[in-house]
DNA sequence: AATAGTTGTCTATTACATTAGACAAATCGA
DNA sequence: TCGATTTGTCTAATGTAATAGACAACTATT
């Protein structure tokens, strides 16, 4: 068991508190309705003021993760982390097949753009050439799991957007072009705090850890057909090389 | 350009600002050279004061990663952040070969534990069995980048803490047992904070974010040899597959 | 029924984060 | 050289984080 306290670095005690018997829980040092131990114990563990770990303690019980029973204790309510995997093959949906009873993805807007460096290099293109935009939010039995930007050429895919709000799913939408087969060319992974926005769209405590990927998705002859940039919740997701 | 502010979610204001233009200056919208809007500026675009602007900035400063210089303005010093390849072949110096001058390993300790859950599960042994731990420090140009803790097999491999501290790398020690060839069957990746000890050994600030990977390396036989847990800094790696 | 152990609530105090304003010191161009 | 722009320093006020202690409410065991 890791202790904390020091000097805070601008996170937070409790939130620190927070990430760390989240971690022991998602780890498995903790069991789905095991008890924690109490209030005084975690606060020695801690160097800190009782008061302090229960308003991290509350945090969790807001999440759903923990909840506290008067006179007998806290325990473990819900410890489980999702799986992405990320292969050469990588079909988001199929991923996640067996892990979540309803998986969603709502269309949150498209556009029109001129590739940035960083798009126009991930996609083979000349900086400043028309691409499509598309911003989408992917839940797991009504929890937000990702949201991911996905750029495409426009000259290859003008009426991608349109396709996409039909409600179909990339691999459909890629058919459509007469791309029947696609692979995953190359991802990077990075991890970071959540902005307020992504805070907002994935129903995130502020100041939470997101993995982000960047992804590039080629056709069967190699070229480039998407840049994908997502982000997922870090305490809800993890990824599987 | 992205703006923060709105509930602090236990992570201080002046700290999310410095994640900001730190992943501004990484990213790529702010070269090496770039003089960084002013302070009154960057205290528009979070809605903060000036003053907490230049908290953030003095930690930047203090990282190298920016210089202020009186009258002419912020200037960034330092961007580049190192990648890792993640693939069937991962080995560790040659992916970071040719990004830094120097790549040193440093050896931290040794001992023989008892296999927990996860540990046994990786390797494909039974909970309780012999394992041998090894603890390492790696940095490139004498900045930390890598703290990782190996599992392997005390069975098979019951002498390997004093092959590993003679220097040689992981693929050196796994010949001397025979294992001319390995490679990698699975890598997990998460995120989170960092604890008090990595955040010392590592030489971060506290609070900062590590890149997670749990990876599993297989002899040619398809059997489990080691089970690696390495954490990044992720403000100076990400990680590529 | 009594008791020990646990979470829930209240008040008070201290340290740190953030805002606010004013002015000094250095740089650059007109 | 002047004036505008920018970073550096100081003082002060306010709100949040964290500590401290006391006691109520509830649970389980003896």
Do not use: C
Not at 195 to 209: H, R, Y
Not at 231 to 238: H, K, L, S, V, Y
């Amino acid at each position: 068991m890791t202790v904390l306290k020091d000097v805070s670095g601008g996170v937070a005690l409790w939130r620190r508190i927070v990430d760390a018997i989240r971690l022991d829980i998602i780890g498995g040092k903790l069991a789905e309705g095991d008890r924690l131990p109490t209030e005084a114990a975690l606060a020695e563990r801690f160097s800190a003021n009782r008061h302090t770990v229960r308003r991290a303690l509350a945090v969790l019980a807001d999440e759903g993760v923990v909840g506290a029973e008067q006179g007998r204790g806290t325990f473990v309510r819900s410890a489980r982390r999702l799986s992405y995997p990320i292969g050469k093959r990588t079909r988001f949906s199929e991923g996640l097949a067996g892990q979540a009873r309803m998986l969603t993805t709502q269309h949150l807007g498209d556009r029109l753009e001129n590739a940035n460096a960083t798009v126009a290099a991930a996609l083979g293109i000349r900086a400043g050439s028309k691409v499509v935009r598309l911003d989408a939010l992917s839940s797991a039995d009504g929890k937000p799991i990702s949201r991911a930007t996905t750029w495409l050429a426009y000259r290859r895919f003008p009426d991608v957007a349109q396709r996409v709000i039909g409600g179909q799913r990339m691999t459909a939408v890629f058919a459509s072009y007469g791309i029947n087969d696609y692979s995953r060319a190359s991802t990077r992974i990075s991890a970071r705090h959540a902005d307020v926005e992504e805070t907002q769209l994935l129903g995130l405590a502020p100041g939470a850890i997101l993995l982000v990927s960047e992804a590039v998705d080629v056709d069967s002859d190699g070229v480039p057909i998407s840049y994908a940039l997502s982000r997922f919740p870090a305490e809800r997701m993890e990824l599987v090389v």
